[in-house]
């Protein structure tokens, strides 16, 4: 959901076919062309971005086992949060 919501596309949209996904779209962005798919209104921001787009795909992972535990989760969130309001 995260992800949807900071690149305002749809895992349904017409640009994903076969195996090209929202989550691939996102996951091959990072972090050199993370700019041509996050929400415009979202640039000012870019560090936090890629950083809640780093654990949207960490949520995503195909394996239970590899995928992020919700307390890792928090924590890093929280961290997040703590370095978007120090700017």
Do not use: H, Y
């Amino acid at each position: 959901m995260l992800i949807e919501i900071f690149t305002r596309t749809k895992p349904n949209d017409e640009m994903f076919n076969g195996d090209f996904s929202l989550k691939q779209w996102v996951s091959d962005s990072l972090p050199q062309t993370i700019m041509e798919v996050v929400d415009a209104n979202l640039m000012r921001k870019l560090d936090c971005v890629i950083s809640i787009m780093k654990v949207a795909l960490d949520c995503c992972v195909e394996s239970p086992k590899g995928r992020i535990d919700m307390k890792d989760v928090v924590g890093r969130l929280k961290k997040i949060k703590i370095q978007l309001f120090s700017c």
